[in-house]
């Protein structure tokens, strides 16, 4: 098993920036892929950003240029840097962990967009 524990969401006004944090423990294997998704209320949940062991990163097209996903090793953690933040990104953020076939999942982080 793995647990993902996520941090840092919250309300921003738009233009802002936020760090969205996911940490993994557990049952840790060496090749995966981790990152984020979103929900937004009413919508399907939608990937934001992935990354792999190798460092290899994939990006939604409504996110790439104000979004970075990076990763620890160590710390089997991964960080989601969201900048110029806009309204239509207020979303429930969930934390993805892919490995050897298993998909775990975050509790989710709120992230709220408003003036």
């Known amino acids: 098993q793995v647990q993902l524990v996520e941090s840092g969401g919250g309300l921003v006004q738009p233009g802002g920036s936020l760090r969205l944090s996911c940490a993994a423990s557990g049952s840790i294997f060496s090749i995966y892929s981790m990152g984020w998704y979103r929900q937004a209320p009413g919508k399907q949940r939608e990937l934001v950003a992935l990354i792999n062991n190798l460092g290899d990163t994939n990006y939604a097209d409504s996110v790439k240029g104000r979004f970075t996903i990076t990763r620890d090793s160590v710390k089997n953690t991964v960080y989601l840097q969201m900048n110029s933040l806009k309204p239509e990104d207020t979303a429930a953020y969930y934390c993805?962990?892919?490995?050897?076939?298993?998909?775990?999942w975050g509790q989710g982080t709120q992230v709220t967009v408003s003036s």
């Open positions: 993805h962990r892919r490995q050897s076939a298993v998909t775990y």
